[in-house]
């Protein structure tokens, strides 16, 4: 259930207003472009929202192509929450909840709810992950891997705020929370005096005539897509208890969301109206993280983007809108992309045409010298001990006490293994050595390295001279409105994005950089004469191209 809508880890960047009118044709052709042998095998079913609707479905292998239209349901994960901001605003418009009542007013009696310094966690704090309450609540037992929220209870959801010690006012910090929305949805479905299933039902569903979407069992004659792993596997389908299910779980076909992405551009009026512009407003600016109901919230040349993605444990989705330019994204995939940077820079290049299109992430072979620099023992966050090897021109990862798996790399940089579903994101350090990120399970864990390896050609080439720092410095722009600027200071290397700190970059081998802090890498870019003339940005899993000014 991510939320995760970075396309560049360095910055935000502000969008423009190139936003080219599509027909079917030509957003078929875009999503191609993005998709065709991409070696998770998703297929994506995409709309824009603008004077007209266009729609696509389109899939990474058309031989393998999956029986999906717009009218099939798919688990839209996260995306999920702002429906139920929309029912909360609901009932604060009626006077039976309000941003600034305290959580603790609407537990169940005896529930041990945390504070700070007296100050408590209300409401706006739930729907803006500004509560300071942990991702996950801490009692939740996941016996099934696949379904990992099907058994939560009330006991356990509740029960958890006895484990919380905030270590800062509610309000004063950002960070995503599952655990807070499920409280939400919870608290919504009891002061509404009706199941959740039903409330969103009567309440959203049926004024936006969104008639494939539902919560809980699907109404026939309802199509519901089939989730998928990276691998090309098929996938449990995720389950909620009906109160928690404003978290994630909905399932929605992509005409149904199209309705639902009208409505919040003011193009399908209903009686929701007044609620769906109340959650568009923002509530807070925290961390550089702004937020309204549920929204995360960017600027446009035009005025605002507001934004979320989901993720479950099968699926992918995003829906984006820029209200003031009257356009609007929908992207559904039948395969969990989160590990892979989600759906966010293919629903940011639909907003606007000149943000650049990701490519398909396609098999490749990896270089020899990143293999050579993995090798070794490492540690995950959480003490699991993992040795990576190499074995007829692959890597090999095998956790202590398991069995080894071979990895395959893709086009975007990072190795994933081909026998279950995860991501090993390699991260080169100031030294020259490697360590690395491993995603698995909606879990992100860096790795540390257990033994010392030396790296005497990255540390022979930490010392440049003047005349070889002298070669880098120009503006760089990676995307519109955004430049990288590379400059010399008290002979040391660094860069700026726009309207960002500068960061110092160290060299690690002939024209590589890495900003260890952010988890960049910068590659520059010579001509046949030696002149640098560009930059190659890998962060995130993602690569952005800079041709000097």
Known sequence: MNHSFGFLLLSTAVLGVGAPRLDDAALRSILHQRLDGDRTGACFAAAVIDQTVTRAVVCANAKQARTIDTGTAFEIGSVSKTMTAALAAGLIAEG???????????VPEGTKVPGFDGQPIRIRHLMTHTSGLPALPSKLVMTDLEDPYAALTDKQLYGSLGDVALTAAPGSTFSYSNFAVMLLSDIV????????????????FIPLEMRNSFVGKAPKPTRVAVGHLQTGAKTSAWNFPPNYAGVGGVRASLDDMVHYVEAQLGKRHSVLDAA??????????????????????????????????????????????????????????????TAVGGLGRLGM????????????????????????????????EGGMKVKLSRERGALVIQAEGQQANTMGFDSAGDFYPLQFDALLRPKRLSDGTYSF?????????????????ASPK???????????????????????????????????????????SRIEVEPVDKDVFVAESVGAEIVFERDDAGKVIALVLHQGGQKLRGVRQ
């Open 96 to 106: 039976k909840l309000a941003l600034d009542d305290p959580l603790s007013k609407h």
């Open 189 to 204: 479905a009891r002061r509404s005096g009706k199941p959740f299933d039903r409330l969103i039902a009567e309440q959203l």
């Open 276 to 337: 769906i512009a109340a959650t568009q407003e923002q509530l807070a600016d925290v961390q550089g993280s702004r937020v309204a109901m549920n929204w995360m919230l960017m600027d446009s040349a035009t005025g605002t983007v507001h934004a979320h993605e989901g993720g479950t444990g099968g699926f992918s989705s995003l829906v984006a809108f820029d209200r003031k330019k009257g356009r609007g994204v929908v992207i559904l995939s039948d395969t969990a992309l």
């Open 349 to 380: 290049h639909l907003l606007d045409g000149s943000i650049p299109l990701e490519s398909p992430r396609r098999a490749v072979a990896a270089d020899a010298d990143l293999l050579a620099g993995l090798i070794g023992d490492f540690v995950l």
């Open 437 to 453: 990120t491993w995603f698995q399970s909606g879990a992100a864990m860096a790795a540390r390295r257990t033994e010392s390896v």
């Open 458 to 500: 990255a540390k022979k080439l930490l010392a440049l001279s003047d005349e070889q720092r002298a070669a880098y410095p120009g503006d760089y722009p990676l995307m519109p409105d955004f430049v990288l600027a590379v400059m010399v200071d008290a002979g040391k290397l660094f860069v700026q994005g726009t309207g960002q």
